[in-house]
């Protein structure tokens, strides 16, 4: 599972900056989380393939989160996409897609199937599940939990007594929890190991500190956190609904974060190190993002 990050601004970009985008890589699977102006020249700065996005999941419906989606579908109908493309988003982003799909004399040929996102688990794959959850913003907003299911691992010691080392049934026990070997029943729970948990990455969109966020993040391997000011514009921070690095920290370390990098950031900050520094005060494993960085869970 590999995250890079693509835009690490907040509402304007700067010249080392570009607008929210975040990557997300797991197996097969290549989604964006937020997809603002220019994410797809950012994408030139990697080796991640436009044509290869099969999802996008937007947090709330502010320009600077969601305009980069009317480029990103135009360049992918020019590249010839025929493979369907997945939109997530709150309430109205529908008008949005719609707008950019039907954009005069375009015509657009292939799918895109809009999906209304609520409280709870939005989509569900064989190892895999996103979660949207509701922040405090200034408008309705969302943030988003990708958590990979457990892993079932059989016990070889256990399988190689039921001559079923390396057998081809061992993928039917897994999927179907009990086979016959031999004359034998044999059941999933017998021969598996402890279950051991999937990783489990959480991006909180923009939101000011609050409770969703804590729960959301609890025991992740990694949080990524709006972060737009720091302790010298705390007032400011609550008043537009944003979050600042301390008050971030502060919640990773009650949520048992693995790993914290804040995001985000106001264009009044030179060297956003400044916040990081802060919410190391709190919370060593705390870093600031900068675009294109990437980091492997």
């Not at 290869?52 to 480029?71: E, P, V």
């Not at 992918?76 to 996409?81: N, V």
């Not at 200034?138 to 001559?163: H, Q, R």
């Amino acid at each position: 599972m590999k995250v890079t990050f693509l835009g690490t601004s907040g509402s304007l970009p700067t010249k080392k900056r570009g607008q929210p985008a975040i990557h997300l890589q797991y197996k097969d699977e290549s989604m964006l989380w937020d997809c603002g102006e220019g994410t797809q020249r950012q994408l030139k700065h990697t080796d991640i393939s436009p044509f290869k996005i099969n999802s996008a999941y937007i947090t709330h419906l502010h320009a600077d989160h969601l305009i980069g989606l009317a480029g990103l579908i135009q360049s992918l109908q020019f590249l010839d996409r025929k493979e369907k493309l997945e939109i997530y988003g709150p309430k109205g982003i529908d008008r949005y897609v719609e707008f950019f799909k039907n954009w005069d004399h375009f015509n657009l040929e292939f799918e895109i199937d809009t999906i209304e996102i609520r409280k709870g688990r939005i989509k569900e794959r064989e190892d895999y599940e996103v979660e949207a959850f509701p922040v405090k913003h200034s408008t309705p907003s969302y943030g988003f939990i990708f958590k990979e299911k457990p892993s079932i691992n059989l016990n070889k010691e256990k399988l190689k007594e039921l001559d079923l080392l390396n057998h081809p049934k061992c993928s039917e026990l897994k999927e179907k929890g009990e086979i016959e070997h031999k004359g034998n029943k044999i059941k999933l729970e017998d021969v598996k190991e402890p279950e051991k948990e999937g990783r489990k990455v959480v991006y909180s969109g923009d939101t000011k500190p609050c409770k969703e966020l804590e729960r959301a993040a609890e025991n992740s391997d990694l949080l990524i956190v709006d972060s737009t000011f720091g302790e010298d514009h705390k007032e400011k921070s609550i008043e537009y609904g944003h979050g600042e690095a301390k008050g971030m920290a502060e919640i990773a370390k009650k949520a048992n974060v693995g790993k914290l990098v804040l995001t985000h950031f106001s264009n009044r900050y030179k060297d956003e190190r400044e916040l990081e520094k802060e919410a190391r005060e709190v919370f060593e494993e705390s870093y600031a993002a900068e675009d294109f960085m990437e980091i492997e869970i």
